[in-house]
């Protein structure tokens, strides 16, 4: 099983992204799927999650700016930004709970830079 992000970049303050993390491999099912960030210097911390069921949890500092969701046809989990500030900045990951054929455990993907500058 592989989780695979991608849709970072570099955005002005008060811009959107959108970010993608899909898993692939042998996949039974999945179940929370979750968005942390690690800025230089900083504590990797959560930012979204989201239940197999579509249930929702943020981190105060990103409500009301982010939304997540999931494609679970896709095995895709998504996170939209808006309203995005300096301090986002960060590295996000993309985690999931997935039961593949060989046990149920957690997956990493691979990070992806969001830059918020002028």
């Known amino acids: 099983v592989q989780l695979q992000a991608s849709g970072g970049g570099l955005v002005q303050p008060g811009g959107s992204l959108r970010l993608s993390c899909q898993a692939s491999g042998i996949i039974f099912n999945i179940n929370a799927m979750t968005w942390y960030r690690q800025a230089p210097g900083k504590q990797r911390e959560l930012v979204a999650a989201i239940t197999s069921g579509g249930s929702t949890n943020y981190a105060d500092s990103v409500k009301g700016r982010f939304t997540i969701s999931r494609d679970n046809a896709k095995n895709t989990v998504y996170l939209q930004m808006y309203s995005l500030k300096p301090e986002d900045t960060a590295v996000y990951y993309c985690?999931?709970?997935?039961?593949?054929?060989?046990?149920?455990?957690?997956?990493w993907g691979q990070g992806t830079q969001v830059t918020v500058s002028s």
């Open positions: 985690n999931a709970d997935i039961t593949s054929v060989r046990a149920r455990q957690h997956y």
